[in-house]
């Protein structure tokens, strides 16, 4: 019978669960976003945990489905516990997911194992793709990060950031004021996509630390501003943030590249799963001439999701009980 590992996440953005087999493969998924209110930017974190609290008994018997087709042994829970490795790092809506994964491994008597929201992004990244085996970059581009990070098998370290706004915060925030729902992403996309304007740049890149570091408030202020002028339409508007994003990610990853020594990077998180922003970043790396081997993740994959949670605990699982360990 096959063995599989289930992950939980429940990130600011989506409650989620998926299970994995000792292959690596994704047998079962399933995801729903938290409802946000039309013209609001997000949920409060006690909002956000109470929609979890609703919303899990739906993504749970959603995988009970699709696992009825997969004849399949539960031998590991895996949650994401809090955001990133930082000491530091906590918030609320981890403790849904982390409590329905005890849960679970308590009624079935399976090790449970906990990783970060950020590690689950970065092993999704790496599915259906050749895995990294050495030491490698990944920038993480969602509502909550914009982070640089140098990846061994030791560990992961934090090379840069932004320093205010992130790039998910970047784009939801103008397609909210464009009347979009929030989250933006893919519908900013789509505006973007019916531009029939040539790129005109208008947003300049605001780096530091020698372009491990970003700023993306003063592009916010500058793109309402344009707006509020009538200097810019939406379509306009749309297509410049992405352009503003292709070429700060472009700068963050020649830098973090150099910094840590290394040709490869992962580019992973919910504005990573944009089509336009991957064209945008590769023609801009193209045209710095970098020899950068980057990696993006598969689209199903790149959101907020629980299938790099239940890859990590299904490599934890293999390790500890099939490497000879307990």
């Not at 061994?152 to 970047?170: C, M, R, V, W």
């Not at 729902?181 to 300049?204: I, N, S």
């Not at 830098?255 to 998180?269: E, P, S």
């Amino acid at each position: 019978m096959m063995k599989i590992t289930v992950g939980f996440d429940t990130s600011c953005y989506t409650t989620s669960a998926a299970a994995v087999n000792q292959q690596g493969e994704v047998v079962a998924f399933a995801r729903k976003l938290l409802p946000v209110a039309a013209g609001q930017r997000g949920l409060r974190q006690s909002e956000a945990v109470f929609a979890h609290v609703r919303q899990m008994p739906q993504v749970v018997e959603e995988l009970r489905t699709q696992l009825r087709t997969v004849a399949g042994q539960i031998v590991a829970v895996c949650s994401s516990a809090k955001p990133t490795d930082d000491d530091q790092s906590y918030m609320p809506v981890f403790t849904v997911g982390y409590g329905q994964a005890r849960t679970l491994a308590a009624l079935l008597d399976v090790p449970l194992y906990e990783t970060t929201h950020q590690r689950g992004h970065i092993a999704a990244g790496w599915i259906g793709n050749r895995p990294a085996h050495e030491k490698h970059i990944a920038i993480h581009l969602s509502g909550g990060t914009t982070d640089v990070l140098s990846c061994t098998e030791e560990g992961i370290h934090l090379l840069g950031k932004s320093l205010d706004l992130h790039a998910g915060q970047l784009v939801d925030r103008i397609g909210v004021r464009l009347g979009l729902d929030f989250p933006a992403g893919p519908a900013l996309e789509k505006l973007a996509l019916t531009c029939t304007e040539p790129v005109a740049a208008l947003l300049p890149c605001s780096m530091e630390q020698g372009d491990l570091c970003c700023h993306l408030s003063g592009a916010e202020t500058k793109v309402l501003q344009l707006l509020e002028q009538n200097k810019l339409t939406p379509e306009q508007a749309a297509l410049e943030v992405f352009d503003l994003l292709s070429r700060t990610v472009c700068r963050m990853l020649i830098a973090g590249c150099r910094k840590a020594g290394v040709r490869q990077a992962l580019v992973v998180g919910g504005v990573a799963s944009s089509t336009l922003l991957r064209e945008l970043l590769a023609a801009r790396l193209k045209k710095a001439r970098s020899n950068i081997q980057v990696t993006f993740g598969d689209p199903r994959y790149s959101a907020d999701n629980a299938a790099g949670v239940a890859t990590i605990g299904m490599r934890n699982y293999i390790n500890d009980y099939e490497q000879g360990g307990v």
